[in-house]
Nanobody
Framework: QVHLVESGGGLVQAGGSLKLSCASS????????MGWFRQAPGKEREFVAAISWIGGTLGYADSVKGRCTISRDNAKNTVYLQMNSLKPEDTAVYYC????????????????????WGQGSQVTVSS
């Protein structure tokens, strides 16, 4: 069983920054794509960003492109999401997730491609 624990969320004013972290208990962490998703109230969970097992960025949602940076530290089994120039519409619960395929990049933007999820971290951006 893989456990993912997000941290770093909180309340921030528009234009501010936050850095989310996601620590994994998975000893094979370095072999999987990791993704960030978010879910706003009343909306479906949507893709934010994904990173390959060796740290190459695989993609960002258009809504965050240029404002967010995904990274990982395989020595610490941790993936990060740096968010800058935050907007009220970024308000959501942010989840990290592990891709279900060993060294696979199939459908990285789809929720169904991920099998383990964290409990989520609330990000609230005030106007």
């Amino acid at each position: 069983q893989v456990h993912l624990v997000e941290s770093g969320g909180g309340l921030v004013q528009a234009g501010g920054s936050l850095k989310l972290s996601c620590a994994s208990s998975d000893m094979t962490f370095r072999n999987y794509v990791m993704g960030w998703f978010r879910q706003a109230p009343g909306k479906e969970r949507e893709f934010v960003a994904a990173i390959s097992w060796i740290g190459g960025t695989l993609g960002y949602a258009d809504s965050v492109k240029g404002r967010c940076t995904i990274s990982r530290d395989n020595a610490k089994n941790t993936v990060y999401l740096q968010m800058n120039s935050l907007k009220p519409e970024d308000t959501a619960v942010y989840y990290c997730a592990r891709h279900r395929g060993y060294r696979s990049t199939i459908n990285i933007g789809s929720r169904d491609s991920y099998d383990y999820w964290g409990q989520g971290s609330q990000v609230t951006v005030s106007s």
